[in-house]
């Protein structure tokens, strides 16, 4: 099991929007593994915690990548969130 830790943010402070955890699950894909899923959340930002299976921890990073990347150019409730460090 391997812990990633990734946030995203939002320039204008806004909080991130209701339901942040299920669009990220609704986006899963089955051989990424997730087992679970936080989000924790503030005004302009969101961390997300991904607890997934991987044989290491460039795949986990790899995995969990992708799928934050497809919920920020997927999902219209996050149009104009980044994620941070990219």
Do not use: C
């Amino acid at each position: 099991m391997r812990i990633l830790v990734v946030t995203i943010f939002e320039s204008g402070l806004k909080a991130p929007p209701p339901g942040l955890t299920d669009i990220l699950w609704a986006l899963t894909r089955p051989e990424e593994q997730v087992e679970h899923i936080h989000v924790a959340s503030a005004a302009g930002k969101a961390v997300i915690t991904y607890f997934v299976l991987a044989p290491n921890d460039l795949a986990a990073l790899r995995m969990v990548s992708a799928l934050t990347g497809r919920a920020l150019a997927h999902a219209p409730s996050l149009r104009g969130w980044r994620l941070s460090g990219a």
